[in-house]
């Protein structure tokens, strides 16, 4: 599949408030299929704009190779609530998009997209990031090793470390940085969702990792 088109993708974590704003950004766009967890989740993804529903659970998957077949591009926006890192790991965010990486590598999928978090990794932070690692550190470190999971994986990759996610308006007025940028703010979940589906067809994000927020506003960044 060539890097400017793609026309079937997967959401993992489509039933969160990012996943669905996914697909509600992808329908009628591209073919979408959605992964859940949950089978009884699956007529409420058709009508948020699945094309398609694949229930396995990424902890504890039968067979990710259905999943990732056929497809073009990974979106993940998988993530675990702050209230879970008191049941431990293993994580979502960290074993589990591991699994997802492992199958989309091994059924030559073109792309990998990530919503990571702002504080993820060994760059310079600002105060909000460093707030983020305070308060779930273990998720963040989670995040951490799944990033270098889709680095180390031989798939064209964006990873997105967004801000305070808000279920805000789309925007499209964000601010874009390479790590260490120190930004800090708010990002909605409709903006995040634009960005992860533009990804795959934008060179300039191919094998890129960016941290991105919308408020506050940084036009000179």
Known sequence: MSA???ETILVAGATGG???????LGRSRVTVRA??????????????GAD??????LLEPDDLSAAVEGVDAVLS????????IRSGPPFVDGAGTRALVAAAADADVDAFVMASAIGVGPEPSSPLATAFDAFIGPLQEAKAAAEAAIRDAPLRHTILRPGVLTNGSRTDL?????????LWGMISRADVARLMLAAPTTPAAHDRTFEVVSEPRLPAR
């Open 174 to 182: 964000v601010t874009v940085a390479e790590p260490g940028a120190k």
């Open 4 to 6: 400017d088109r793609v």
């Open 77 to 84: 926006a998988v993530g675990t609530a702050p209230t879970g």
């Open 52 to 57: 398609e529903v694949v229930v396995d659970d």
């Open 18 to 24: 990012t996943g669905r704003a996914v697909l509600r």
């Open 35 to 48: 992964l859940t967890r949950s089978p009884a989740a699956a007529p409420d993804l058709r009508a948020a």
